[in-house]
């Protein structure tokens, strides 16, 4: 019976290792998609080496023509779905490459368009090695030598173990199957106890009882991953096809291997730390009492795992969610340009440009083509303590392309009366108001001729972090709406905004032609606002769902485990708790001094683990301790009747 339990427990596990292997293969592909034969990732950031977007394209596609490394951009389809990627050779293009593919997961079919797409976008980012790879070594080393700075990937499976080994979702996952199967072992050799105490005292070879003990497990491990595996590889390749039927059943059976290895090598040392001794047997102590220092060790094990996890999966929930709602929103900034300046630009050059980029903006202003996004953090403005996590400028623009058309009050965002800002706030903002406005005289009138909102939902309205341009969602935000910004900031102030990406333009062909009206064609570049952010906010969702396993595997570690520490207990105390029940006591009185121990323990566990994670994730974290308790309870008095059950029908 109880090595069917244990086949049916792993089945169950190994159909779990299978979602997770179908994820890593995902992840995989996401990486190195094999559809295009990409066999290496770089991560180029053209920042330090000087070099315009324009000219960096242009030695990529060089480099890549040259060596034959057929290198790939990977950009975001901001034109149709947001979860899709667009892939375009910086080099001649590889007639090779197909016009559309499909992955291993179910995100939308990659997409593969000419170089012309790159015409505004980032040089900095993503590419793949779809070519040879020769030549790759000295490519990086020259790409290096010009200042450009390289991260280079390659899609081989020690790059891949160690990428998966540092996501700290992987990690908890095959701990949480370790502690599944530490339990297994120690349920099997709970069983197996008082078998091999009659076995030693009959005389048999220490290493005979072993070796049939741990075979058996072993076999009771290893069968149920013959069928998850095929049904597993059945099921991709119905779904998928057979292009990634290799990588996935690799992966499947490098972790079932993991797991066996492991539970067969600690039941291995808890058998021989539990070995039954001659005088235990003559004093007629119960074999399975070896085992109780091991039961409580993976009991308490899994536990601190459980109380670690149970934090950051409720994070990971959290910031599913968010990364859903970071995607939803760069996506609303699709036909949205940034302006990229020419690098190493000097503070005179700098100069230079404001006046004929503050006309581009008042132009583009004046037409409603600009939208302005300007948050600070309270600290950056000297102000220690705040209610508010962002202090924001924005304009209406920004309200409309973020919340639709901001007529009526949404949930989480209110209008409030600028009187409402507090005087340290605007006390802090007033130095810089006179450095920002067109007028510097007017800053005391400032809050006159603005709006002002209160954001207390972290959904209601996105910002741009200053300096950075990247989306924040803040938890409490102050936003000051500026009806026209090219009217009431100076030009320094309107060119330092386009410059961070915290002031953009709406329409690649308007923009441009507001640029060339104004002698920027040529020195300032556009480019698209939101590719990054849609990559990020892509690559996010995984990790939430990586977790959740983790965290359901840990649940049934930790029961397993529970269920059998409580077993071992009721058998080494039968003996005080048998007269005890037949004089009427209770079973949560009989069973409250060990209870009580183990609470006390869980208390001490949940302690440290808030001490190290902080408060930020006390709910989920003394949920978890609260569960735990009362498993621990439950667990005691069903195991402490069973026993004493069995004892009144001789069957002990």
């Given at each position: 019976?109880y090595l069917?339990?244990?086949?049916?427990?792993?089945?169950?596990?190994?159909a779990?290792l299978a979602?997770v292997a179908s994820?890593?293969?995902?992840?995989?592909d996401r990486?190195f998609?094999r559809?295009l034969?990409?066999t290496?990732?770089?991560s180029?950031?053209f920042?330090?080496?000087?070099?315009s977007?324009?000219?960096?394209?242009?030695?990529?596609g060089r480099?890549?023509?040259?060596?034959?490394l057929?290198?790939?951009?990977?950009l975001p389809?901001?034109?149709?779905?947001s979860?899709?990627?667009?892939?375009?050779?910086?080099?001649?293009t590889d007639?090779?490459l197909?016009t559309r593919?499909?992955?291993?997961?179910?995100?939308?079919?990659?997409?593969?368009?000419?170089?012309?797409?790159l015409?505004?976008?980032?040089?900095?980012?993503?590419?793949l090695v779809t070519?040879?790879?020769?030549?790759l070594?000295?490519?990086v080393m020259s790409?290096?030598t010009s200042g450009?700075?390289?991260?280079r990937?390659d899609?081989t499976?020690g790059?891949t173990?160690?990428?998966l080994v540092r996501?700290?979702?992987?990690?908890t996952?095959?701990?949480?199957?370790a502690a599944l199967?530490?339990a297994?072992?120690?349920?099997?050799?709970?069983?197996r106890?008082?078998g091999r105490a009659?076995?030693?005292l009959?005389?048999v070879?220490p290493g005979r009882?072993?070796?049939?003990d741990?075979g058996?497990l072993?076999?009771?491990?290893l069968?149920p991953?013959v069928?998850?595996?095929g049904?597993?590889?059945?099921?991709?390749?119905?779904?998928?096809?057979?292009?990634?039927?290799?990588?996935?059943v690799?992966?499947?059976?490098?972790?079932e291997l993991f797991?066996?290895?492991v539970?067969?090598?600690s039941?291995v040392?808890?058998?021989?730390?539990?070995?039954?001794?001659?005088a235990?047997i003559?004093?007629r102590?119960?074999?399975?009492?070896?085992?109780?220092?091991?039961?409580?060790?993976?009991k308490a094990?899994?536990f601190?795992?459980?109380?670690?996890t149970?934090?950051?999966?409720?994070?990971?929930?959290?910031e599913?969610h968010?990364a859903?709602?970071?995607?939803?929103?760069?996506?609303?900034?699709a036909?949205q340009?940034?302006l990229r300046?020419?690098?190493?630009l000097?503070e005179e050059g700098?100069v230079?440009?404001a006046?004929?980029?503050?006309?581009?903006?008042?132009d583009a202003d004046?037409?409603g083509?600009?939208?302005?996004?300007?948050a600070?953090?309270?600290?950056?403005l000297?102000v220690?303590?705040?209610?508010v996590?962002r202090?924001?400028l924005v304009?209406?623009?920004?309200?409309e392309?973020m919340?639709g058309?901001?007529?009526?009050?949404?949930?989480?965002?209110a209008?409030?009366?600028?009187?409402t800002v507090?005087g340290?706030?605007r006390?802090?903002?007033?130095?810089?108001?006179?450095?920002?406005?067109?007028?510097?005289?007017?800053a005391?009138?400032?809050?006159t001729t603005?709006?002002?909102?209160?954001?207390t939902?972290?959904n209601?309205l996105p910002?741009?972090a200053?300096?950075?341009?990247?989306?924040?969602?803040?938890q409490?935000?102050?936003?000051?709406?500026v009806?026209e910004?090219?009217t009431?900031?100076n030009?320094?102030?309107?060119?330092s905004l386009?410059?961070s990406?915290?002031?953009?333009?709406?329409g690649?062909?308007?923009t441009?032609?507001v640029l060339r009206?104004?002698?920027?064609a040529?020195?300032?570049?556009?480019k698209?606002a939101?590719?990054?952010?849609?990559?990020?906010?892509?690559f996010?969702?995984?990790e939430?769902w990586?977790?959740?396993v983790a965290?359901?595997?840990l649940?049934v570690a930790?029961?397993?485990?529970l269920?059998v520490?409580?077993?071992?207990s009721?058998l080494v105390?039968?003996?005080?708790?048998?007269?005890?029940?037949l004089a009427?006591?209770?079973?949560?009185?009989?069973?409250?001094p060990r209870?009580s121990r183990e609470?006390?323990?869980?208390?001490?566990i949940v302690?440290?683990?808030?001490?190290?994670?902080?408060l930020?994730?006390?709910v989920?974290?003394v949920?978890?301790l609260?569960?735990?308790?009362?498993?621990?309870?439950l667990?005691h008095?069903?195991?402490?009747?069973?026993v004493f059950?069995?004892?009144v029908?001789r069957?002990?």
């Open positions: 019976m069917r339990i244990i086949a049916t427990v792993t089945t169950v596990l190994f779990l979602v994820v890593m293969t995902d992840l995989q990486s998609p559809a034969g990409a290496s990732a770089l180029l950031d920042e330090p080496s000087g070099l977007d324009s000219e960096a394209l242009g030695l990529l480099v890549s023509d040259e060596a034959g057929g290198l790939v951009r990977i389809d901001l034109a149709g779905d979860d899709g990627l667009v892939f375009v050779p910086v080099g001649k007639p090779r197909p593919f499909s992955w291993f997961g179910d995100q939308p079919d990659g997409v593969v368009k000419g170089p012309e797409t015409a505004h976008s980032f040089a900095t980012g993503q590419y070519g040879s790879t020769a030549e070594d000295g490519t790409l290096e450009v700075l390289v991260r990937v899609a499976t790059q173990a160690s990428f996501q700290e979702s992987f990690r996952t095959m701990l949480a199957s199967m530490l297994l072992a120690l349920l099997w050799l709970s069983v106890a008082r009659l076995r030693v009959a005389g070879r009882i072993q070796l049939e741990i058996r072993a076999v009771a491990l069968l991953a069928p998850v595996t049904v597993a590889a059945a099921v991709v390749a119905a779904s998928t096809g057979t292009t990634w039927l290799v990588p996935f690799s992966t499947l059976v490098a972790l797991v066996v290895v539970t067969v090598v039941a040392l808890m058998s021989f730390a539990a070995w039954p001794k001659v235990m003559a004093d102590v119960p074999a399975v009492r070896g085992l109780r220092q091991s039961s409580a060790a993976v094990a899994t601190l795992l459980v109380v670690l149970a934090g950051p999966a409720s994070w990971a929930y959290q599913a968010v859903a709602e970071q995607e939803a929103r760069w996506k609303s900034l036909d340009m940034a300046f020419p690098a190493g000097s700098f230079a440009l006046g004929q980029v503050g006309k581009a903006v008042s004046s037409d083509r600009v939208a302005l996004s300007y600070l953090d309270p600290h950056e000297g220690e303590r705040s209610d996590e202090v924001a304009n209406p623009t920004w309200l392309l919340r058309p901001a007529s009526a009050t949404s949930s989480g965002l209008r409030v009366s600028p009187a507090p340290s706030l006390a802090a903002l007033e130095p810089n108001l006179t450095l920002w406005l067109r007028e510097p005289g007017a005391q009138g400032f809050w603005v709006e002002v909102w209160q954001a939902d972290p209601a910002l741009a200053a300096g950075s341009g990247d989306l924040v969602f803040p409490r935000s102050l936003i000051v709406v009806p910004p090219a009431t900031f030009d320094d102030f309107l060119a386009a410059s990406s915290n002031l953009i333009f709406s690649l062909a308007e441009t032609n009206e104004h002698g920027l040529g020195t300032v570049q556009v698209l939101a590719e990054d952010g849609v990559l990020r906010a892509q996010a969702a995984h939430a990586l977790r959740g965290l359901l595997a649940i930790f029961v397993l485990s269920g520490s409580a077993a071992i009721a105390s039968a003996r005080r708790d048998y007269p005890l029940r009427g006591r209770t079973w949560t009185a009989i069973v409250a209870v609470w006390v323990l869980g208390t001490v302690g440290v683990v808030l001490a190290s994670q902080g930020d994730t006390w989920p974290t949920g978890a609260g569960l735990g308790l009362l498993g621990t309870a667990g008095i069903a195991a402490a009747s069973l059950r069995r004892l029908n069957q002990l």
